[in-house]
């Protein structure tokens, strides 16, 4: 039953109901979602109560952090009446505190509610999946780590030239968007080349911060998509390593990009997971959900405090494997660099000792495993936190 008190936008577009919200629609990618058009509709000054649920992504936080192709908060702020009562949804769980700065920083008009939902609404996609697919794995221990990148962010491209070439590593380097990705999980080289073109033979650095990297007239936050050659001896950022799945998924060609899992990265010991954002903004989606749903020790790097919040959320770490003690520094150049240390630590290690510890982890991975999947009788949409602002309003 959808709440009668309230007016819904989610995904950049604008719903009247759960059931025609539920009903079959396209989903757009977050730089093409419609935002500036549905939320014009936030000028008219309203009784209700409004949410505008952005449930798949961490982002909106432009200029204080993000593109500016990511203005969510911008766009609510500029469109509303300054009477109407909003509330704004991400999947951060450190939200709260970045709309605080953003708001230092911009000075806005108005100041509205913020209700992060984390992990949001990729943790339903995945575990639909996983009660779907029935393929057999095999599993044939042959790398100690691997890490899957496909969008070439800085972050993901630095990693990749640290340890690409070091003995027990593996990875793959797609950069294949969603669109390019055929029926049948093939794709060819057309969208990897668009992105290899976009790029610049020039000097980079990491900003006074940390955070940044800068070249030319350029300064970019690391999970932005890279627009300089970081190609090293050991990693070649023109050469793409397109890793394919023998398993399939019917009617559902995504899955080849966010769920289905290639040989490799079963016969790999540890998932290194270079996550959505790196800077200020928590976020949870397939490709921690991956490790964590198929049972496989991972490491991620994200954001400050990432594992702060992992913990919150109530999974277990894997201290007898890694030392998380990196989780409390701020500046991603140091963070990466305490993160990648515990990596070649994992690649030098004796291999009776990491077949003790992995071992050691097992009714973790089981654990963190069951929890994941148990979310899937709880479905949070729009709607879902609507009821649930209003239960705690009133109690």
């Excluded at 500046?331 to 992995?358: C, G, V, W």
């Amino acid at each position: 039953m959808t709440p009668d008190n309230w007016l819904f936008f989610s995904d950049g577009l604008q719903f009247e109901s759960y059931e025609q919200w539920s009903s079959p629609w396209e989903l757009a990618h977050p730089t093409d979602r419609d935002w500036k058009v549905s939320l014009k509709a936030l000028s008219n000054p309203t009784d209700k109560k409004i949410i505008v649920f952005d449930g798949i992504e961490s982002g909106g936080y432009w200029p204080l952090i993000g593109s500016e192709a990511e203005p969510l908060l911008h766009l609510i702020h500029t469109h509303s009446h300054p009477d109407n009562k909003i509330w704004f949804t991400n999947t951060d769980a450190y939200a709260q505190r970045n709309y605080e700065d953003w708001c230092s920083l911009v000075n806005p008009k108005m100041r509205i509610n913020v209700k992060p939902l984390h992990p949001g609404n990729d943790l339903f996609k995945f575990i639909k999946r996983h009660d779907k697919f029935d393929g057999e794995l095999k599993f044939n221990r042959k790398h100690r780590v691997i890490c899957m990148v496909n969008r070439p962010t800085y972050a993901r491209l630095l990693t990749l030239r640290e340890l690409a070439g070091l003995n027990g590593f593996t990875y793959s380097y797609n950069c294949t968007d969603l669109s390019y990705v055929q029926i049948d999980g093939e794709s060819n080289n057309e969208c990897f080349d668009m992105h290899l073109g976009m790029t610049v033979e020039a000097p980079w650095r990491y900003s006074d911060d940390g955070n940044k990297i800068e070249f030319l007239d350029t300064s970019d936050y690391v999970d932005l998509n890279c627009g300089v050659n970081m190609s090293n001896k050991r990693f070649d950022q023109s050469k793409r390593v397109n890793l394919k799945t023998v398993h399939s998924m019917e009617d559902d060609p995504d899955a080849y990009h966010d769920f289905l899992p290639v040989q490799e990265w079963l016969d790999s010991d540890i998932d290194l997971v270079c996550e959505t954002h790196q800077v200020r903004q928590f976020h949870f989606s397939d490709k921690t959900m991956r490790p964590l749903g198929f049972g496989k020790p991972f490491l991620v790097i994200g954001c400050h405090g990432w594992y702060k919040a992992f913990k919150e959320l109530g999974f277990q770490l894997y201290d007898e494997l890694f030392d998380y003690s990196f989780d409390d520094i701020e500046p991603f150049n140091d963070r990466h660099s305490a993160i990648l240390y515990q990596i070649k630590n994992i690649l030098n290690m004796d291999e009776t000792i990491l077949n003790n510890k992995l071992l050691e982890i097992r009714d973790k991975i089981s654990y963190n495993k069951n929890l994941l999947l148990g979310y899937r009788d709880f479905e949070m949409n729009a709607f879902e936190m609507a009821r649930c602002i209003d239960h705690y309003q009133k109690t």
